[in-house]
């Protein structure tokens, strides 16, 4: 059963990090600052709840939870643990398993790593000869059509 008043402050916090994104420069030490706060509830979010996926959040609570995730990059272990519920929700065909395969590289890209997926434009790729079919596992279409695409979008 959806928990709207959840989805409905998901939502809320995602459109005010948006918000922010959108009216600072990058770098703003205020950016940083919603994308912790918004970190820390979803924290409290996860204790109570796991991750909130599909069915406790809707499409986009869910999608909502997983940009605050993501876009949480000063945050490493809080980026960790969501990685880790995120991945069971996925399992549990409760969250796209493509959000997991996203969360895991931008932490691999915060770490100096090589990504596993190639969803970070501009960042190493750990062996990319078969990065296409870790794609295809986790729901993403081939490196080469997403680069073209994103190259079309500019």
């Not at 030490?29 to 599909?54: F, T, Y």
């Not at 876009?71 to 272990?77: I, Y």
């Not at 995120?86 to 890209?109: H, N, T, V």
Request: with cysteine; aromatic share 4%.
């Amino acid at each position: 059963m959806i928990n709207h008043g959840l989805r409905k402050e998901l939502l809320i916090l995602h459109a005010r990090d948006e918000n922010a994104m959108e009216r600072t420069v990058p770098g703003d030490p205020r950016i940083d600052m919603i994308h912790r706060e918004n970190a820390v509830r979803l924290a409290e979010i996860m204790d109570e709840n796991g991750w909130p996926g599909r069915s406790l959040v809707g499409e986009a609570g869910m999608r909502a939870a997983w940009r605050i995730a993501q876009n949480a990059t000063t945050e490493l272990p809080f980026q960790r643990r969501a990685l880790l519920l995120l991945r069971d929700a996925a399992d549990r065909g409760d969250a796209p398993p493509w959000q997991a395969a996203m969360l895991e590289d931008r932490i691999c890209k915060t770490e100096e790593r090589p990504q596993i997926y190639g969803t970070q434009p501009d960042w190493p790729i750990i062996e990319p000869e078969t990065v296409d079919e870790r794609r295809r596992a986790a729901g993403l279409m081939p490196i080469a059509v997403e680069i073209s695409e994103r190259k079309r979008r500019l």
